[in-house]
């Protein structure tokens, strides 16, 4: 059972979300895992346009590396790759803990760190 494209990112921007290969159950976390970890770049990214006093530049450098953040998770194929990387998130804490837990799992996914 694969993955079904869909529409990602809040931002009015369509983010593809690539079919996933693994067994059922994986395939079945790695999509919850991946949902929440858009939602968090989101949310975390919301929350730093509000909080940060940020230049224009840095406004869009910001903006690019949460697309590319999400470009990178949206793009894994591998359930199991998605699970080692995004299961290890504590979707749960605050915002900004959060969004920095999916960017570094980003990275990771990426072979950046």
């Known amino acids: 059972m694969g993955g079904r494209g869909s529409k990602g990112?809040?931002?009015?921007?369509?983010a593809a979300f690539a079919e996933l290969k693994g067994t059922e159950r994986q395939i079945n976390?790695?999509?919850?895992l991946r949902h929440k970890a858009n939602n968090a770049l989101d949310?975390?990214?919301?929350?730093?346009?509000?909080?940060m006093n940020l230049t224009p530049a840095m406004?869009?450098?910001?903006?690019?590396?949460?697309?590319?953040a999400k470009r990178i998770i949206n793009s894994e194929t591998s359930?199991?790759?998605?699970?080692?990387?995004l299961g290890m998130v504590y979707f749960q804490g605050r915002t900004e803990s959060v969004f920095g837990s999916v960017i570094t799992a980003a990275r990771r996914l990426s072979g950046i760190i």
């Open 9 to 14: 990112s809040s931002r009015g921007q369509a």
């Open 59 to 68: 406004r869009q450098r910001f903006e690019e590396n949460v697309n590319t």
């Open 79 to 85: 359930a199991s790759r998605l699970i080692d990387t």
């Open 43 to 51: 949310e975390g990214a919301k929350e730093a346009a509000k909080s």
């Open 29 to 32: 976390y790695a999509r919850d």
